[in-house]
């Protein structure tokens, strides 16, 4: 019984670090572990721009640009629980139009106290959660890029485990031209090797698109993502008694609406800068408190590169009173190989330089010079005569 009742606190914990309240195992495969998704308000499947980390998201992101790409995730999120991720892309082909990518996510929910029915302590026990992502991107004719996601999942709480295998599925139109990049991502297809009792569950499969508009004449891009388009009630039981516990949100159909949609901005000055920031229906719906004024479904992000390196930063909160922070430092190895390669060229030596003549030697030159004039204008008067003389003679 103990055991039971320490599984069950655990998934509850699990459920609840989830932005919103969900359905279906592994919710690790619906985390966002990157600072632009967070400030992107958690998910985005539309801005092709060679970030590895969006390619979490949606296979179809990784670009020719993510060539050589190194990137590092890490959040203190609620009540001690570390989430972190670590990747790397790389492109191969005549135009790099082949790239595949790899990274580990973790979850890590720390030491929890154990305790039996009649509340006695059973000691410390830990849960943790990790997926392996093994990306893949083909970049076709006009614009158009399809990608898939391998991902095997481990999980383990206290002396229960479960495995299981995952797949994503995306693809991405983007016309550089138009500032257009529109995007399409079919998550977390799979199932799960072994359950951690008897009873199999599903996974958390979500139908993600996506549009993201860059404006022609000034530094701003708006982002529109529609989530879980393949399930229109997102409703859910918010209430503990028996009596209420079939009882649902009683959302209006508006609401319900909006609740499929995040809206993002990123402002982007220059190449090496951006602020970001977005609003998540959902989220503000769910994890709002009646009567009091929270932050729930707002997030900021910022990011800035130092010399090589991009760091970002990200803010969101999920429960009023507790913020969560999110960092990502990211880099592209090329940038170092380029500059190791450019220290061990030869310094080139510089020409010599010429000898300017001496104020006496100019004076000899400008005589030099008059002489030669004036034996011409000799030469030539005396050809003249010449030729004068023998015509008075004819």
């Known amino acids: ?34 600072v632009r998704s967070i400030s992107l308000g958690g998910v985005n499947v539309s801005v092709y721009d060679g970030d590895l980390n969006l390619a979490y998201n949606n296979p179809a992101l990784l670009s020719p640009l ?15 629980i570390n989430v972190g991720s670590v990747g790397y892309s790389r492109a191969e082909g005549k135009n790099k139009e082949n790239i595949w990518g790899i990274a580990v996510n973790y979850f890590d929910y720390g030491k929890i106290k154990g305790a039996d029915e009649f509340d006695h302590s059973t000691g410390n026990f830990t849960g943790k959660d990790l997926a392996l992502n093994l990306m893949y991107a083909r970049v076709l004719p006009k614009g158009f890029t399809v990608g898939a996601t ?50 199999r569950e599903k996974l958390p ?11 022609r004449h000034a530094p701003i891009r708006l982002s529109f993502t529609f989530h879980n388009l ?29 609740r499929h949609v995040i809206v993002g901005m990123e402002i982007l000055p220059s190449k090496n ?13 769910e994890m709002g408190i009646a009567d009091l004024r929270t932050m729930a479904g707002l997030s900021f992000g910022a990011g800035l590169k130092i010399s ?7 803010l969101t909160q999920f429960q009023r009173g507790t913020l969560t922070y999110h960092v990502t430092f990211s880099m592209n190895l090329s940038d170092f190989s380029d500059s ?25 030159q400008q005589i030099q010079a008059e002489q030669d004039r004036l034996e011409q204008e000799a030469q030539e008067e005396q050809e003249l005569q010449k030729k004068v003389l023998e015509n008075s003679n004819e």
């Open 205 to 215: 499969f979500n139908i993600i698109a996506g549009l993201s508009v860059k404006f």
């Open 1 to 34: 019984m103990k055991r039971k009742l320490a599984i069950f606190s655990i998934l509850i914990c699990s459920l609840s670090a989830y932005p919103q309240a969900g359905s279906g195992v592994y919710q690790i495969l619906n985390l966002p572990m990157d």
């Open 230 to 258: 393949q399930k229109w009630d997102l409703g859910y039981e918010f209430s503990n008694s028996a009596a209420d516990k079939n009882k649902a949100t009683g959302a209006k159909w508006y609401d319900m609406l909006f």
């Open 150 to 199: 391998l991902k095997p999942i481990y999980s383990a709480y206290e002396r229960y485990s479960s495995a299981g295998l995952a797949f994503d599925l995306g693809a991405d139109y983007h016309n550089d031209s138009l500032g257009l990049s529109a995007g399409l991502a079919l998550k977390s297809i799979g199932f799960q090797f072994n359950a951690y009792d008897q009873v």
């Open 66 to 80: 993510s060539h050589n790409m190194l990137t590092f995730n890490y959040a203190n999120y609620l009540a001690g």
């Open 273 to 285: 800068f951006f602020l970001s920031a977005a609003f998540n229906w959902r989220r503000c719906a």
């Open 340 to 364: 190791g390669s450019k220290i061990k060229q030869p310094k080139q030596q510089p020409a010599p330089a010429t000898t300017q003549p001496t104020d006496e030697q100019q004076k000899q």
């Open 308 to 314: 090589k390196v991009r760091v970002g930063f990200a």
